[in-house]
């Protein structure tokens, strides 16, 4: 069984920075897409970056140029940097791994770790 253990997420002033990881275990990380989301208080969560097993990557416009996604495949880790926070970016983040082997479709998430921009 899969599972994503997320950390680094904490309380940060406007224009700061922050670096989330995650932990993968439980099979063979470099077959999984990987990604992380992030829902506000009272919104719907919503994807931020993805990374597929072949580190192709994908931000959302919201935070692309700011916001950079990667993974390590021998420590089986994921990270999220975040620079130039904004209020805005306030939410909890999980982590996201999944893989498609038809017809099967296999979806895992972390627990999420609050981040919280404010000065």
């Known amino acids: 069984q899969v599972q994503l253990v997320e950390s680094g997420g904490g309380l940060v002033q406007p224009g700061g920075s922050l670096t989330l990881s995650c932990a993968f275990s439980g099979d063979i990380f470099r077959i999984y897409d990987v990604g992380w989301y992030r829902q506000a208080p009272g919104k719907q969560r919503e994807r931020v970056a993805t990374?597929?097993?072949?580190?192709?990557?994908n931000i959302t416009d919201a935070v692309k140029g700011r916001f950079i996604i990667s993974r390590d495949t021998a420590k089986r880790m994921v990270y999220l940097l975040m620079n130039r926070l904004k209020p805005e970016d306030t939410a909890v983040y999980y982590c996201?791994?999944?893989?498609?082997?038809?017809?099967?479709?296999?979806?895992?998430w972390g627990q999420g770790t609050q981040v919280t921009v404010s000065s």
């Open positions: 996201n791994a999944n893989r498609q082997t038809d017809p099967n479709h296999y979806d895992y």
């Open positions: 990374m597929s097993m072949e580190h192709t990557s």
